[in-house]
């Protein structure tokens, strides 16, 4: 599929932040976006890149009323030597099909797909910043377009993709976040969305998101659905356990998001000389963990959080403090790692970058 570019003359072009460090996450989008569309006769068709706008859809559409969205979360880097790095970008659209199979969505062609992100980057380079913890956050995203309001899977679609420079995901930066336990509410049940990146799991999660900030946490720890007691993840991240030099992290068992920095560092961290275990982890095990000393460190990891120190795990009855609500060695060590291929400061033994110009 050949795709077309239509970019916006230079003098039109918006004025680039001026300071990196205060960018925050995803409040400014960049001059341009890929769109394609898809018609059951037609295929995905009309791939191309155009001015970043709205776009205008009649209040019927589907995607109004069903919630039938998915969206995956990718980064473009750019390293000390100039050099644009894609991280892993191939993970993403392949859990974006993943994705697209459980919501009845068509899937997108993974290599028009990687082209397409590829060739946006190119037109709006100019948009990524440099400093290490900052990246081009790539926010693919597909949405059922008939305008009908039957409940049934659209025939047609829009698939686009925008583009953010951001920095810390979190407004701590990447000083430690709070993370509540609320046992009231559910994320995900086994056969329900919970391992698809749907837009309706992080609707489905706002109200506990916002009793979590009334109680100063930035983010909720979810619990599984039915007995209450399993760790899952916080919504916007996976979540990991330190034991010392033991790494442990909940199994993906239907209701996690299979998170591509959940993967990477399974891989990473035995390289770096910690053990990894995927394992069930009961709240009470972390809580007196923590307490005892046994539990050295928590933190969270995606592609948005990268790897972000949990300092105070919040219950109804108490508040645990982790490694004196500070940055631990471990968290650092992670993100250094990570980040470091990421930006190209270190070897990339996996091939997990993609270099934008070959
Ligand atoms: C990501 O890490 O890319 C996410 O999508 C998490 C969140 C911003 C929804």
């Not at 995803?26 to 976006?33: E, K, N, V």
């Not at 946006?120 to 290490?132: A, C, M, S, T």
């Amino acid at each position: 599929m050949e795709i077309a570019i239509q970019t916006l003359p230079e003098q039109q072009r918006k004025p680039l932040f001026t300071d990196s460090s205060s960018l925050g996450f995803g409040r400014i989008f960049t001059d341009h976006m890929f769109t394609m569309r898809y018609h059951p006769e037609k295929g995905w068709h009309e791939p191309k890149i155009e001015p970043y706008r709205a776009l205008e859809f009649e209040p019927a559409t589907i995607v109004f009323h069903y919630g039938q969205e998915i969206f995956e979360g990718t980064k473009a880097f750019v390293g000390e030597d100039g050099q644009v790095r894609l991280f892993r970008t191939d993970r993403n659209i392949a859990r974006m099909n993943r994705s697209a199979e459980r919501m009845c969505m068509p899937r997108v062609p993974e290599d028009v797909t990687l082209q397409a992100i590829e060739e946006l980057v190119r037109v709006d380079r100019r948009w990524i910043p440099k400093e290490r913890g900052t990246s081009l956050y790539i926010r693919p995203t597909m949405i059922g377009t008939d305008p009908f309001l039957g409940v049934r899977a659209s025939d047609t679609y829009l698939f686009f993709v925008i583009l953010s420079p951001v920095g810390a995901y979190y407004a701590e930066g990447f000083n430690p976040v709070s993370l509540l336990v609320d046992k009231r509410f559910t994320r995900a049940a086994t056969g329900g969305t919970g391992e698809a990146k749907a837009g309706g799991n992080y609707g489905g999660s706002l109200l506990a998101g916002r009793i979590a900030a009334e109680k100063g946490c930035a983010q909720v720890l979810w619990l599984d659905a039915k007995e209450h007691r399993w760790v899952e993840e916080v919504g916007a991240m996976n979540i990991w356990f330190a034991f010392g030099n033991k790494l442990v992290t909940p199994p993906l068992t239907g209701t996690i998001l299979p998170g591509v920095t959940r993967e990477s560092l399974v891989e990473l961290a035995p390289k770096l000389g910690y053990e990894v275990e995927q394992r069930q982890v009961a709240i009470d095990e972390v809580l007196s963990g923590i307490k005892s000393g046994e539990i050295t460190e928590v933190f969270g990891s995606g592609t948005a959080a990268v790897v972000s120190p949990v300092g105070k795990i919040v219950t109804e009855e108490e508040t645990v403090v982790i490694n004196d609500n500070k940055v631990g060695p471990v968290s650092q060590h992670l993100f250094d790692e990570l980040t470091g291929i990421q930006m190209g400061a270190k070897p990339d033994p996996f091939g997990w970058v993609r270099m934008l110009d070959k």
